[in-house]
């Protein structure tokens, strides 16, 4: 089946900091790819959804400035969480999907952040 | 009102027993279902798409009522190794991708 990887699985760091999280499909080509964000206990909730070639869609209520996403390639999209503050400590997942494919997203591993 | 409601449980059942979880949905324009599994601190897996016509994958049935925006799955002859969060999705467009997932039921079968 196709595989999404993420990288890292966990960072730790300081607040005020910037943090980039990759997002890479290693064997199928993702022109989509969508970002979330689960805090404990709480469902997923998509964050924005990112475009190869173009700018990423964000939903309500998320900052663009402070999340900023770029899809540079068709395996690779990158989060990055600027200027981190403790409340942005959560569990970010990204998914794909295979092109044409309406029903399955494939998800990567996870990254757990926090901020100190 | 959520979009996607569930009962987040725990459900706390032996091993072999029979457990139904349910969902509903607002949005009457969403068209397609999914349920997927979570275990502790890992992303999400698809277990089964849903589909209007009810499916069955092995132990597990799903059913979709359109009429009453109510999803649900039913897990037969439960296994340990069935304990983990049950997520219901919903895709918010006609053709798939925006996924809007419920909070989770918790199932946790014990021997």
């Known amino acids: 089946g196709a595989v999404v990887s993420q990288h890292p699985s966990w960072v730790i760091c300081k607040s005020g900091t910037s943090v980039k999280i990759e997002c890479r499909s290693l064997d199928f080509q993702a022109t989509t790819m969508f970002w979330y964000r689960q805090f404990p206990k709480q469902s997923l909730m998509l964050m924005a959804t990112s475009n190869e070639g173009s700018k990423a869609t964000y939903e309500q209520g998320v900052e663009k400035d402070k999340f900023l996403i770029n899809h540079a390639s068709l395996t690779l999209s990158t989060l990055t969480v600027t200027s981190a503050h403790p409340e942005d400590s959560s569990f970010y997942i990204c998914?794909?999907?295979?092109?044409?494919?309406?029903?399955?997203?494939?998800f990567g591993p996870g990254t757990r952040l926090t901020v100190l | 009102r959520k979009e996607v409601e569930q009962d987040p449980g725990p459900f706390n059942v032996p091993e072999g027993a029979t457990v139904a979880f349910n969902c509903t949905y607002s949005n009457s324009a969403s068209q397609s279902f999914f349920w997927y599994r979570q275990d502790c601190r890992k992303e999400p897996k698809l277990l089964m798409s849903?589909?209007?016509s009810g499916n069955e994958d092995g132990r597990f049935t799903a059913q979709l009522n359109r009429a009453s925006q109510y999803i649900s799955l039913l897990i037969r002859d439960s296994k340990l190794s069935d304990s983990a969060t049950y997520l219901c999705?919903?895709?918010?467009?006609?053709?798939?991708?925006?996924?809007?997932f419920g909070a989770g039921t918790i199932l946790r079968v014990k021997s």
């Open positions: 849903v589909y209007s």
């Open positions: 998914s794909a999907g295979l092109a044409g494919d309406r029903d399955e997203q494939f």
């Open positions: 999705v919903v895709a918010r467009e006609a053709y798939g991708n925006k996924l809007v």
